[in-house]
């Protein structure tokens, strides 16, 4: 796997952000910050101090296409998390690495695999 990773989670659902908490720790990585709602993770993202982003896609009426946009300008790793009904990306964002609900431990190790070894 490699050396552990501080990981950011920017997800609205507190049992949902605690879960992936677990998994990522699972998986030999650390939890660099948990934000729920855009402007914590604009915050965040402002701050770094992690390596990869996970970013669910909806954080309660708001989309977070515009800090994926930031994380790619930057060349920060990240995933797009959904729980599967929700409408399709924007075209700049087509091919973002997606993490679908529910994670499993194996779906989440095989995408931060791919991503950090992309970089």
């Not at 982003?53 to 296409?65: K, M, Q």
Request: hydrophobic share 45%; net charge negative.
């Amino acid at each position: 796997m490699g050396h552990a990773r501080r990981i950011l989670i920017v997800e609205d659902e507190p049992l949902i952000a605690m879960m992936l908490g677990d998994l990522i720790a699972d998986l030999g990585h650390e939890v660099g910050g948990v934000c729920d709602t855009l402007a914590d993770a604009h915050a965040a993202v402002d701050a770094g101090g992690f390596d990869l982003a996970i970013l669910d896609i909806h954080l309660g009426d708001e989309d977070v296409w515009p800090v994926v946009e930031v994380l790619q300008r930057q060349g920060t790793p990240f995933l797009v998390a959904s729980g599967g009904h929700i409408d399709p990306p924007p075209s700049a964002f087509e091919r973002c690495p997606m993490l679908a609900k529910p994670y499993t431990r194996e779906m989440l190790g095989s995408l931060l695999n791919k991503a950090f070894a992309d970089t």
